[in-house]
């Protein structure tokens, strides 16, 4: 089994900033990308950003240089911070990744985490 668990959720006035976190656990041998995606209601899940393995990032329109998408490989977790947030910023986000299992004999996962609250409002 593989894990994904978030932090660092919350109400913050527009303008404000957050980072959120996302480590990975369980049976692991490598990562391949780590995402976050986001959902508020009445919407489909979208893309935020995600980062490959070697660093390369992709963004949203809507967050460019806004949000900034890191990863730690040693620690296998994968941040987001995010300034300069909107009121439509406000949405459950959720952490995503794909990777290789320590048992080579099960295919790839696929891996969602249980998400987190952002709100942005004055």
């Known amino acids: 089994q593989v894990q994904l668990v978030e932090s660092g959720g919350g109400l913050v006035q527009p303008g404000g900033s957050l980072r959120l976190s996302c480590a990975a656990s369980?049976?692991?041998?490598?990562?391949?990308?780590m995402g976050w995606y986001r959902q508020a209601p009445g919407n489909d899940r979208e893309l935020v950003a995600d980062i490959t393995s070697g660093g390369s990032t992709n963004y949203a329109d809507s967050v460019k240089g806004r949000f900034t998408i890191s990863r730690d490989n040693a620690r296998r977790t994968v941040y987001l911070q995010m300034n300069s947030l909107k009121p439509e910023d406000t949405a459950v986000y959720f952490c995503?990744?794909?990777?290789?299992?320590?048992?080579?004999?099960?295919?790839?996962?696929?891996?969602w985490g249980q998400g987190t609250q952002v709100t942005v409002s004055s």
């Open positions: 369980g049976s692991i041998a490598s990562i391949f990308n």
């Open positions: 995503h990744a794909t990777g290789r299992r320590s048992d080579y004999d099960l295919p790839p996962f696929n891996s």
